[in-house]
């Protein structure tokens, strides 16, 4: 049964329902699903009789009442004993597992039997049957749809398989799975096509300097992501950023599944950042995932840090409060992903990141000993985040979108090169890149999109944050403009006006971004 098939219900000759299904597994699930539930209403001899590709028949049978004398019968803790039992078969390789109810008696005035489980035939994952041709490799995906070859057959993990899919960026689904069960064996079959989801994306920003008096600030950045790399999923990202004038940031990302045979997925970073001539930060990021179900991610990590200090401005350096320091964290993360981000349709995304760390801070030489009399030189510190994206449908083709990130850099001392930066078109748009120092936050997005097309669109939003380090700044941002797709790749243009405490809300302040996506 691949095309989806119109299947009548019968529960005792009488036509009750219709489904719609695309499977024999499914109709199978669907039927003895529908028996339980029966049972659990007390109904406890109801049967499948037979299932077909046109119709199945079921017995209902005749209610037993669930209280004798007022008390609880046994039966609903047999019921629940046999149900467990049943899902533990169903997913170890035994999905034609069935419950029958043995006998019938009455053992002081309660109701009481006994049931029997018939597992039948174990049938066990064999081939993976691809309906369309996809250079991935076939062991890549039936890992990664936890259907490898030799292992007991999962309804769990058959059912999961869409979900599965969604998360892996460059695949889709053209129709939903089906399996074919052999004598001692299951046989699945997808429709998938690969995506193009490799990309190469630039953007320009023209701003006026709200650090200096030169007029107009250009910025940019470029990102590299290549994924599937050796058609077994692997991943490696590349994004390079000018901020401000002589300030950089560098990110380079590497994501390895399955590694050495395990369940976990490695996740390794470098990160670079330049503030002018001030200071360079290092971070270095070791990390290892594993799905807890179909779309939830968790990871634990170890994160390594090292400041420092660029500048020889004594005065500058105690000013601002840098420091030269070295920090590791001991990190645990959860992430939820639905996919589709750019596309009219409904989404949720979500993460939490909590860590623990120390940070030990080394001398300078070209600062004076009293530079360090009221400093800890070595302190436990504690930072929690947590992010938030859903867009949701208003019209037809109406969609608001709201992103929502919250950090909180907990320290004994606050160190200015270590504080959260932000402010820019990824995190608050209508100021320059990186603009603000903070040690806590909460930004949120707001924008009402207009689709005229999949992933095409115009915007208005506003911007709003919340930030804290000595006092509390709220800043906020409004703006709009549009999301283009086409042959040659997806154009993005936005207008931003940004107002803070010492930045006024005037046009003369407004930021220009142009983008470029091109997916290979």
């Known amino acids: 049964m691949h095309a989806q098939q119109v299947v009548r219900i019968y529960e005792d000759q009488e036509h009750v329902d219709t489904w719609a299904v695309t499977d024999s597994a499914t109709l199978h699930t669907r039927a003895h699903a529908r028996v339980r539930a029966f049972w659990k209403l007390g109904y406890l001899f109801a049967a499948v009789d037979s299932v077909s590709r046109e119709a199945v028949y079921l017995h209902k049978g005749t209610l037993v009442s669930s209280e004798v004398n ?10 629940l004993q046999a149900e467990k039992e049943l899902k533990v078969a ?10 029958t109810w043995d006998s019938l008696r009455m053992e002081s005035d309660q109701l009481a039997f006994s049931y029997r489980m018939t597992k039948g035939p174990l049938l066990l994952f064999d081939s993976l049957v691809l ?26 993990s058959f059912q999961s398989i869409v979900q599965r899919i969604q998360r892996i960026s460059f695949l889709s689904l053209n129709r939903p799975p089906d399996v074919s069960f052999q004598s001692s064996s299951v046989w699945t079959y997808l429709d998938i096509t690969e995506n193009a989801q490799g990309s190469f994306e630039g953007v320009l920003g023209i701003l006026p300097s709200q650090a200096t008096d030169r007029g107009v600030l250009f910025t940019g950045n470029l990102d590299l992501k290549l994924v599937n790399l050796f058609r077994t999923g692997k991943q ?6 000018q901020f401000a004038e002589q300030s950089q940031r560098l990110d380079v990302a590497y994501y390895h599944p399955f590694i050495a045979g395990t369940s976990f997925h490695l996740n390794t970073q470098l990160r670079l950042f330049k503030q002018d001539t001030s200071f360079l930060n290092r971070e270095i990021v070791l990390a290892g995932s594993f799905f807890v179900t179909p779309r939830l991610e968790m990871s634990v990590g170890y994160e390594q840090a090292n400041a420092s200090i660029l500048t020889r401005n004594v005065d500058q350096i105690i000013m601002r409060n840098w420091l030269d320091f070295q920090q590791d964290w001991y990190t645990l993360a959860i992430k939820r992903t639905d996919g589709d981000r750019g596309k009219a349709k409904p989404f949720l995304n979500h993460s939490a990141d909590i860590a623990i760390g120390a940070r030990r801070v080394g001398r300078n030489l070209q600062l004076p000993q009293e530079a360090y009399d009221t400093v800890q030189m070595q302190v436990t510190n504690f930072r929690i985040s947590g992010w938030l994206e859903t867009q ?40 320059n890149e990186q603009f603000f120092f903070t040690a806590s936050y909460v930004i949120t997005q707001a924008e009402w999109r207009l689709f005229f097309e999949e992933e095409s669109y115009v915007f208005a939003f506003y911007d709003q944050g919340f930030l804290h380090t000595a006092r509390w700044e709220l800043p906020m941002g ?13 154009f993005s243009f936005a207008l931003a006006v940004g107002k803070s405490r010492d930045i006024p809300f005037e046009l ?5 971004h142009f983008g470029y996506l091109s997916r290979f």
Request: a positive charge; aromatic letters at 12%.
């Open 478 to 490: 409004v703006g709009g403009g549009f999301s283009l797709l086409t042959n040659s790749g997806l």
């Open 236 to 241: 490696l990202d590349f994004k390079w950023a």
């Open 508 to 512: 003369a302040n407004m930021k220009i």
């Open 392 to 431: 949701q449908k208003v019209t037809a083709n109406t969609f608001l979108y709201v992103d929502a990130n919250a950090a909180h850099l907990a320290n004994a001392q606050d160190f200015g090169n270590q504080l959260y930066r932000v402010g820019g078109l990824q995190t608050l748009r209508g100021f």
């Open 70 to 79: 007022g008390k609880q019968n046994a039966w609903e803790r047999a019921y």
């Open 131 to 156: 309906l369309s041709p996809v250079k991935t490799r076939p062991s890549y995906l039936m890992r990664m749809l936890d259907i490898e070859r030799g292992t007991p057959y999962s309804e769990h």
């Open 90 to 99: 169903v997913n170890t390789g035994y999905p034609f597992a069935r419950i």
